[in-house]
């Protein structure tokens, strides 16, 4: 990538203006303008990706920068390899979105979303920010029964019922088979962004913005 720098927000805004930039990484603390104004000014005129810098400390902060429009965060402190696999992961996700909306694709109702995952049901065909992840068919059915429920919860009784189609007697390789399914779409699988866990209740897939 071709890397331009700014001190602070007046400067990024600048950097904007001369320069042709498909994603923005953004620290909350800034000397003459902040991140979060940063963030509210570009997206007057700018639609691509932006990723948010915060502090463990700055919960509030972190809630006002995507609510102005910030795609993503990053808590400090943070590896390169993470920050690098977030940029990948948005900027991949950002142009097949500018691809389908240029070519007006109809969306396939077998076709199921959820931020920068996609389970293609005929095809039997995960893909997360484009790249495509190798399920086991019971890996693929749990993944499938979720994504096409954004937001509800399974409890892990229902989710063996529905994939084996029989009464449920041990539920434990439920919890295994999720684990595995984190391991393959999640950036990082202890923070997982897509398949929860909702404590004493079951699993559901978080609902994307």
């Known amino acids: 990538y071709a890397v ?5 927000g007046v400067e990024g805004l600048e950097t904007l203006e001369r320069e042709k930039i498909d994603l923005a990484i953004v620290d909350v603390m800034m000397p003459r303008m902040d991140g979060i104004t940063m963030v509210a000014k570009l997206r007057e005129k700018y639609d691509f990706p932006v990723l948010f810098l915060s502090a463990k400390s700055e919960e509030v902060d972190k809630i006002l920068g995507l609510n102005m429009g910030a795609d993503d965060y990053i808590t400090k402190p943070f590896t390169p390899m993470e920050l690098l696999a977030r940029v990948n992961s948005h900027l991949r996700r950002y142009h097949r979105f500018m691809d389908r909306l240029n070519s007006k694709q109809e969306d396939d109702p ?15 065909e995960v893909l ?3 790249r495509q992840v190798k399920m086991t068919p019971i ?7 979720l994504i096409k429920h954004p937001g509800r919860v399974f409890s892990a009784e229902e989710i063996y019922e529905r994939v084996w189609n029989e009464k449920a007697v041990n539920t434990e390789t439920i919890m295994v088979h999720i684990r595995n399914i984190r391991e393959k779409i999640e950036i990082n699988p202890k923070e997982p962004k897509y398949v929860k866990v909702v404590w004493g209740i079951g699993y559901k897939m978080e609902k994307q913005m």
């Open 110 to 124: 077998r076709i199921h979303r959820a931020g920068g995952l996609e389970v293609n049901e005929d095809r039997v």
């Open 4 to 8: 331009f720098q700014a001190a602070n």
């Open 139 to 145: 890996e693929f059915k749990i993944l499938l029964l």
């Open 128 to 130: 997360v920010d484009g």
